[in-house]
């Protein structure tokens, strides 16, 4: 079976602090993929997103980092410089083909992060 | 720009009553999904529908049942609604590959009393 663990429940920073969101998955699988998702207080899961198990490159987008580490089956999320509209509800997800045509998606439980100005 | 809409954001039902939750989508996607979200859970897949008529079990499938008439309608039905199903409902779309990123709609909190 497959997992995705967040284990920070709920984190606080200060606005333009820099904050990671850890995220640590397990699957059997070769292939998978990770995603990130943000919910912010209207409620819509906004995808961030994606990236393959064959790909451990990092990505940055603006404020936004993501470090892949198959090594330490991890998927961090780093926000940079932090501003209150990024205070949110983040989920790590995780989908592997689990036989019989079925893919499995998992998600984390979540984190809230709040950034107080 | 991907559209997925819910047909409430807040519902209050009473104990016993049928309840109906829908979601279309505008962007042509073959699949569908409903997740529950509950405090300290995270996301729960109740049903998914990977074509028109065609429905699977999620995780979390008793006490609900789902239509899917048209490609882009997709509803869940409580038939008889319980206080255990007070939560937020999040209805998802995807296209193409299984392991394609889902788009959400903006949820539907449903209260049970």
């Given amino acids: ?117 | 720009d991907v559209k997925v809409t819910q047909s409430s954001r807040y519902l209050v039902k009473r104990t016993g009553e049928k309840v109906f939750l829908e979601c279309v989508q505008d962007m042509d996607h073959e699949n569908m999904f409903w997740y529950r979200q509950d405090p300290g859970l995270g996301l729960r897949l109740i049903y998914f529908s990977y074509d028109v008529k065609m429905k699977e079990k999620g995780d979390i499938p008793e006490g609900y049942s789902v239509s899917r008439e048209k490609k882009e309608r997709f509803s869940l039905i409580l038939e008889s609604a319980s206080t255990n199903q007070t939560s937020m409902y999040l209805c998802a779309s995807r296209t193409g590959s299984s392991y394609n990123e889902q788009f959400f709609g903006p949820g539907t909190r449903l209260t049970v009393l």
């Avoid at chain 1, 820099?18 to 640590?24: F, G």
């Avoid at chain 1, 998955?25 to 961030?48: A, H, I, N």
């Avoid at chain 1, 926000?79 to 989908?95: G, M, N, P, R």
């Fill in chain 1, 1 to 117: 079976a497959q997992k995705v663990t967040q284990a920070q429940t709920e984190i606080s920073v200060v606005e333009k602090e820099d904050v990671t969101l850890d995220c640590v998955y397990e699957t059997r699988d070769t292939t998978y993929y990770l995603f990130w998702y943000k919910q912010p207080p209207s409620g819509e899961l906004v995808f961030l997103i994606r990236r393959n198990s064959f790909d451990e490159q990092n990505e940055i987008s603006g404020r936004y980092s993501w470090n892949f580490q198959k090594s330490t089956s991890s998927f961090n999320f780093t926000i940079t410089a932090s501003q209150v509209v990024d205070s949110a509800v983040y989920f790590c997800a995780l989908i592997s083909y689990s036989g019989a045509g079925s893919y499995q998606l998992t998600f984390g439980k979540g984190t809230k992060l709040s950034v107080i100005p």
